[in-house]
């Protein structure tokens, strides 16, 4: 998917419930074609439908495509970033100080 991108071509995802990479950063709906996965294994249905895209509607998703002024590996580090917080108040969480219930001690 990333090589696509970076060679400006206009990706086509097969797949149901599908996970994207940098999706919070990157509309992939502006500039990819999908089909779900019974669509992609009917015979010819993709080749077809590919056939019948027009030809404007594909150079609109193809202008789309987000210039890659950085690399996957800067993308997935911005990812990182953005999750950490979260990552960090769980960790927190777990090191906190656990003082049992005064009820529940033995004698």
Not at 10 to 18: A, K
Not at 83 to 101: I, M, S, T
Request: overall charge positive.
């Amino acid at each position: 998917l990333f090589d696509a991108i970076v060679s400006h071509c206009v990706p086509i995802i097969m797949g149901d419930q599908i996970e994207l990479p940098c999706k919070d950063e990157i509309d992939y709906s502006q500039f990819s074609i999908f089909f779900s996965i019974n669509e992609a294994i009917q015979p010819d249905y993709m080749v077809n439908q590919l056939r019948q895209f027009p030809k404007d509607r594909w150079i609109k998703m193809w202008r789309h495509t987000p210039p890659m002024k950085e690399d996957a590996v800067d993308m997935l580090w911005k990812q990182v970033k953005h999750k950490l917080p979260g990552v960090q108040l769980a960790v927190h969480r777990n090191r906190r100080l656990e003082v049992p219930d005064w009820w529940r001690r033995r004698r």
